[in-house]
Nanobody, 123 residues
């Protein structure tokens, strides 16, 4: 199974970007797909995740601004990012793993990661 993330770029504060992650080589419908991000000098942090039953989990830091969705037919998970702030600047990674109650925000539980896509938000 491989994950391929795309959609990063440079955007001004207040702008929007849409990240996409394509899952290939395996079934995505039954797994938990998530987005993490890592800023320079900081730990990787959970951003959003979505279960096969379409239940969504959003980090407080992006709630109301970011939306996660999945297209099972296209084996794809998307992250719509609006009202971007300079502090959203990071490399964004998509990841796949089992859903662990209460621990879905812990990157240690994810066994498959995409290559990352850089999002830069200028002030």
């Amino acid at each position: 199974v491989q994950l391929q993330a795309s959609g990063g770029g440079l955007v001004q504060a207040g702008g929007s970007l849409r990240l996409s992650c394509v899952v290939s080589g395996g079934t995505s419908s039954s797994s938990f797909l998530a987005w993490f991000r890592q800023a320079p000098g900081k730990e990787r942090e959970f951003v959003a995740g979505i279960r096969s039953n379409n239940m969504k989990y959003i980090a407080d830091s992006v709630k109301g601004r970011f939306t996660i969705s999945r297209d099972i037919a296209k084996a794809m998970v998307n992250l719509e990012m609006n009202s971007l702030k300079p502090e959203d600047t990071a490399v964004y990674y998509c990841a796949r793993g089992p859903f662990v109650v209460g621990r879905y925000n812990d990157p240690v539980y994810y066994g498959i990661w995409g290559q990352g896509t850089l999002v830069t938000v200028s002030s």
